[in-house]
């Protein structure tokens, strides 16, 4: 019995319109998780190097973890996987709600598509059973309106489902798969490719039960981290954070210098300051709250529905901003306006937007436009100014609908840069992907998940990033003895989020939790070491991709601006330069990759073990035998 699985994969050829259903089998889970290390793992095997991300070789993978819909706490989320069109390396990304959990209650632990659809149709997944249907009439829809007439359709007003806009359609490279109306599978372009596929949704319905190991030892690991919640030393900061989520840190992020200002080059004392950083924050925001609302299993809940009622901007009935899309619409733009935000991020969930991707190219338009750069005739007439919220939502219009100038800026500033030939010494990428809204300068560890995470431009990938940025630690600057730390942290979170665990779940659950709950989940035993193993099973798995794809250290440049080249000369990160190099080097000493090659070593790939076909690669035929 697989404990925590549901044991099936559907694979669906699109081309075809057939689909298969595959075993999981327990080597397969045991060795990956699941996940995005499930789908590395099948991936590696069905990719071909060097294929077009938007063509029909490529394979788009939603995929769960032992812990979604297990019912444990935090256990609500799962993961999309792709060769990303916006840079050609390895593309996962991670959401929360309700869809992953009824995906597998459906039957399934993952879903994997190859080919493309002559006509748009959808994936309806039902108690064990899949078909495609037409979704002629779906296309040209936004996310909110998709979802309703699905409902309708189908004559269940409980069905959950991951849908692309107009954005997606229209393969925008930034563009995304939302689920339960806000939640979003944000960055690397998944959505772009569920649109060369012609996958409008992908819709699931479930009511069979995840079978468990121990499931009286899930709910007691829930009642202990209930009872820490409600009387912990972290009781209050909890409650807070319950209240405002992650936009609630958004006023004082601003100020203090862990917000990105006026694209990377401005200080938030100076050019922001602190009237307009009270005014785009949850704190300024909830007074337009309904209610709040929690994703499947979370004690927590930091999510709310609020309502907008503003001739201005007609948002209406939407979602609290997360702080990434508050300060890449606030901060970054030198935008106060509060109800633009909202709007913005609105705009976003219907037509299928990763908020950082849309703020940092409108970022770095602003700043071209602002140089002289680029001209209001560049612009379709648009005057981008900094904090002119009105050109703001127009702009953003325009990505969204892939028309004008913002067809040239849906596939990303770096390629805007590249197609207008200017503006790229104020990029702001890192392989072409925009970089999210925590400033190395504040917190250094960040600096390398953006650049070496094999999903580059990443913040919620482990490392030293989050630690710093919380914790009073003095020696945050210290770059020489960071290395075991980064790379323990980093293959923690990768079985956290392959498990299907939200990264919030470290805040409040107690040491060892995560382990804890795997062993009860799948009745495996997980300790420490087994965590650290299968972590860099993980992280290898994914890193291989992108070395088989020809990518080396090298390619991956960071932005002299994000770390402090040359160092601000006032405000809270005045001089301050990181050293990005060392921090790189001491995480591929520790992690046993060469930094010139990015090659794992093949001692470290041997002991890890189940890598055998990444040794073949790497090695040859002859090394994979002996490792066998």
């Avoid at 990505?399 to 100038?405: F, H, K, P, R």
């Avoid at 046993?592 to 090659?599: N, P, Q, R």
Wanted: charged content about 25%.
């Amino acid at each position: 019995m697989l404990y925590g699985y549901m044991g099936k994969m559907l694979f669906v050829d699109l081309t075809r319109g057939k689909i298969e259903e595959q075993e999981l089998s327990p080597e397969l889970a045991r060795n990956f998780i699941g996940g995005y290390g499930l789908g590395a793992r099948v991936l590696y095997d069905l990719i071909k190097p060097g294929i077009d991300p938007l063509g029909p070789e490529n394979v788009l993978g939603f995929v769960t973890g032992p812990a979604t819909g297990s019912g444990a706490f935090f256990g609500s989320r799962f993961g999309l996987v792709c060769k990303s069109p916006v840079n050609g390396c390895w593309c996962d990304s991670n959401s929360g709600g309700y869809f992953g959990a009824e995906l597998k209650k459906a039957g399934f632990d993952a879903v994997f598509f190859t080919g493309i659809s002559p006509q748009p149709v959808y994936l309806w997944v039902k108690d064990g059973k899949a078909e495609l249907r037409d979704a002629r009439q779906l296309w040209g829809k936004d996310t909110r309106e998709t979802l309703e007439i699905l409902k309708a359709e189908l004559g269940d007003p409980l069905i959950r489902a991951s849908i692309i806009g107009q954005a997606g359609e229209r393969l925008a490279l930034f563009s995304c798969p939302i689920n339960d109306g806000h939640r979003a599978l944000g960055r690397g372009g998944g959505g772009a490719v569920m649109g060369s596929k012609k996958l409008k949704a992908i819709v699931a319905r479930g009511n069979l039960e995840v079978p468990l190991a121990n499931p009286e030892k899930v709910k007691a690991i829930n009642r202990r981290i209930a009872e820490l919640m409600r009387s912990g030393p972290l009781k209050e900061p909890l409650r807070w954070f319950g209240t405002y989520g992650t936009g609630g840190t958004t006023p004082g992020s601003a100020l203090d210098g862990n917000s990105p200002v006026k694209n990377w080059g401005g200080v938030g004392l100076r050019d922001f300051g602190e009237e307009a950083a009270n005014k785009i924050g949850s704190t300024a925001f909830d007074k337009y709250k309904v209610k709040k609302y929690a994703c499947r299993n979370c004690p927590l809940g930091c999510g709310a529905e609020y309502e907008v009622k503003s001739e201005r901007w007609q948002v209406g009935k939407t979602d609290r901003p997360e702080y990434e899309t508050s300060a890449s619409f606030g901060t970054l733009l030198l935008n106060s306006d509060g109800e633009s935000i909202l709007m913005a991020n609105e705009i976003c969930s219907r037509y299928g937007l990763d908020t950082i991707s849309a703020g940092a190219t409108i970022g770095w338009a602003m700043e071209c436009y602002d140089r002289g750069l680029l001209t209001r005739d560049d612009l379709d007439g648009i005057e981008l100014s900094w904090g002119n919220s009105e050109a703001v939502i127009a702009i953003l219009k325009k990505i969204a609908n892939v028309e004008g100038c913002g067809a040239i800026l849906a596939k990303g500033s770096e390629a805007a840069a590249n197609y207008w030939g200017k503006g790229h010494e104020y990029l702001i990428t890192i392989k072409g992907m925009e970089l999210p809204l925590h400033d190395p300068k504040f917190a250094p560890g960040f600096v390398r998940t953006y650049q070496f995470d094999p999903t580059p431009g990443r913040h919620v990938k482990g490392g030293l990033g989050h630690m710093q940025e919380v914790g009073d630690l003095k020696d945050k600057y210290n770059y020489y003895n960071t290395g075991y730390l980064d790379v323990e942290n980093t293959v923690n979170v990768e079985v956290l989020t392959a498990a299907g665990f939200c990264l919030m779940m470290d805040f409040p659950c107690p040491e060892g939790a995560r382990n804890e709950y795997i062993e009860a989940i799948t009745g495996w035993p997980f300790n420490a070491q087994q965590c650290y193993i299968t972590g860099m099973r993980i992280l290898n798995m994914r890193h291989a991709f992108n070395l088989r794809e020809g990518f080396k250290p090298s390619d991956f440049v960071v932005p002299a601006r994000v770390v402090g080249s040359p160092p601000h000369q006032e405000g809270p990160l005045a001089g301050i330069k990181v050293d990005h190099e060392r921090l790189a080097r001491n995480f591929f000493h520790f992690a046993c990759w060469d930094y010139e090659t990015g090659k794992p070593s093949l001692e470290s790939l041997r002991g890890i073990g189940g890598l055998e076909h990444v040794i073949r690669d790497l090695y040859g035929e002859e090394a994979s035998c002996a490792s066998r």
